[in-house]
Structure formats: structure tokens, C-alpha cells
């Protein structure tokens, strides 16, 4: 990490372009995002788009997340570096990577084998030493190592899972795409002593969270 390759350049381009005009101002974000090399997270012969402003087809009949979502994603969990995230849905591992350069600790849980399998490689050639890779159903969230103090959905829900609520921290916030199986809205859900309260943000598509606190298939 930190090397110069040959994408230096399209990241640059694509925080400066996709990320800045659009609002996303958390210098953490941007630093970290020109430093990730996306097109090691995208299969080899989409490398050449991994810095365009799309998804990408990773497998599997899943996607790599749009640049500017994983931003505004990240930039709304308000990460401290300190802070213990859960992430449902580690997909290609490229958010892990934002995430685990930003914070202590990153559970992330992957319904999908394979996906989990390639991203743990990477992520640990990248010299990541910070993320612990569970294969399951991730709508159940990961009591083994609750409170959580930030927790990130990247597959749409029909609403947010009831376990996943129960282990956020209090102060803690989640940020997942909520809404039917073709459309949602971004949602920012804050965990007080009171209770909960919710912040709609920007429309999205998502994949569907598969599980039992998602959708069936
Ligand atoms: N953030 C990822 C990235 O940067 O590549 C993209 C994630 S992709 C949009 C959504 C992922 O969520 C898929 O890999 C999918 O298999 C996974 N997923 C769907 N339902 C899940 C569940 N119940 N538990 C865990 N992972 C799930």
C-alpha cells in the first residue's frame, strides 16, 4: 500500500471527479480511497473500469459497489479510529478495504463462499491484519462479537434486520439500503438511550440481502 502503480492517476481522477463535486468532504474518505487499488478487487478483465463511476459485475451474480456509494456509505457511519464495524456483505472486499484503513477492527460476514474466500485473499496480500472473514447469513448479524459500534449493510433490505439493531452500541450507526428488491434509500439509523432514530438519505439499488432477515432468494 501506498506504492505508486499504474492506477494512481484514475483514482485521483475518480475521488476528484465522482467523489468531491458530489459532496463528499471527509478527508479520511477521500485520502483513503486514492490509496485502495480498486481494479485488484474487480475480476481482471474489468480492470481497465474499475476507477469508472459504476458497479461491477464481481461474480457470482453479485456487484463491486459504485465509487461514490461506498463513499457516501462510509463518509455517513461518521468512523472514528477506534471504532468496531460489522459489515454485512464483504462481496469483492473493496468497502473492507476503506473501512479497515479507517478504523481498529472490521468483522465482515459474506453469505457467498467463494466471495469471501478471493476477498480474504487479497485483503491479507494487501497486508491487512485488522479483519476477521465469516462465511453465513449476515442478516443475523454476528452476536459472537457484539456491541458493534458501527455497522454497514451493502445489500438491499426490506428493512433493517431486528438483530443487527440489537447489536449496535449504544451511539453506534448503521447505514444500509433499505427498501423493495429493485429500489432503496440509503438509510442512517442512530442508536441513542432513547431509542432509535432514522435519517433518509439518497435513492440506490443494491443487490437483495438474502437471508432470513432479508429477502428468501
Ligand atoms: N461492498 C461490496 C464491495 O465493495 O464489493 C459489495 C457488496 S455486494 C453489493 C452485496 C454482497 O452482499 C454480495 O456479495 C452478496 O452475496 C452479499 N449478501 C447478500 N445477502 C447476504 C447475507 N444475508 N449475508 C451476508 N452477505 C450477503
Redesign the pocket.
Known sequence: MGTIDDYKYQRDVMVDTQLIPRGISDKRVLDTMRTIPRHL?VPKDYAHSAYNDM?LP?G??????QPYM?AV?TEKLALTPECKVL????????????LASLVKEVYT????ES?SKK?EQILKSLGFKNIHFI??????GYPDAKPYDRV?????APAIPQPIKEQLAEGGIIVAPVGDRYSQTLVVVRKTKEGFSTEYSTGCV??????????VS
Open positions: 478487487f458497479a464481481i457470482e451474480g453479485q456487484t463491486i459497489s461506498v456509505m459489515e454485512i456483505g464483504t462481496g469483492s472486499g473493496y468497502q473492507t478495504a476503506v460476514i459474506e453469505r457467498i466471495l476477498a462465511v453465513g447469513d449476515g442478516s443475523l454497514i449493510i451493502t445489500a438491499g443494491f443487490v437483495p440481502l438474502v437471508g432470513r432477515h432479508g429477502w
